[in-house]
């Protein structure tokens, strides 16, 4: 270690520059960690969150998940009425998800600059934007809160919400994912006549379709995740039995349902990946192979 040290400073004083930038970084770093501790310290003396009201809370929480791996009289669990809550959640989540992705998909092209560039429609691309950014502002529980009290308690309250803010999500990653595109095939397609639906069809969307798989899928399972909270204002579903079970302090319960539904995203991350796999990665289609020779 010695004999590292002039070595070091030797090349400090060849590279003062390289060294400079590195101490301005480090000590960027530390006034960002500053100004962290700085706001948490503010948080919890502004809102009264005190220290020993954490510790007692983490002490319940600990209970809580000790509650969570007992699981008492587990064999006479009415398993058949927890199953069809997970499968109305799931029916819940494939009609919200498909529905808001055949209606954000061509909503994603008015939305995208490079497809509405002429000076006419560019304010129509800055009004679905803002509109986009409305529905995604506005957050699942409370889309479904207003449509359970439009259509009442019910599979269809959380249908309508998980549409309504998934419109407002996919069509925003949508059209990032056309503007992204190159834009050559577009003018080349231009150069030997094809109209605009030709080259959005052709020119865009066969570049943005694997951004429009992944992002489909990937909602897919959030929306499962996502879905439970919407048993807790009435939407139907899993959530309902969350609910109520844990009112009834069954923790037990909680943690099955919890395991359930791990094991369901788990399976439809499987399922997601292979179809990535097949229609993004693909396999290689030979156009000509010579005739085999006798």
Known sequence: MIALAPDVAKLKQQHAALFAEQNRYLRRIALIALALVLYYLFFFSVFGIDWQRFVIGCQQLGRYFLRM???????NWPFGYYFSQV???LAIVFAGTLTATVIALPVSFLAARNVMHDPL???????VRRLLDVLRGIDMAIWGLIFVRAVGMGPLAGVL??????IGLLGKLYAEGHEAVERSPSRG??????NSLQKHRYGIFTQSFPTFLALSLYQIESNTRSA??????????????????MRLW??????FLTVILVVVVMVMDAISSRLRKRYITGKGVPLWQPA???
């Open 87 to 89: 499968g109305i959640t």
């Open 228 to 245: 439970a909270v919407l048993g807790f204002v009435g939407a139907g579903g899993v959530g309902l039995v969350y609910a109520e079970n």
């Open 250 to 255: 069954n923790w037990d319960v909680v943690m």
């Open 161 to 166: 919400a998980i549409v309504m803010q998934d």
């Open 189 to 194: 397609l231009s150069a030997v006549g094809a």
């Open 292 to 294: 085999a020779r006798d």
């Open 121 to 127: 429609t560019r304010p129509i691309s800055l009004l």
């Open 69 to 75: 791996f007992v699981w008492q009289d587990f064999v």
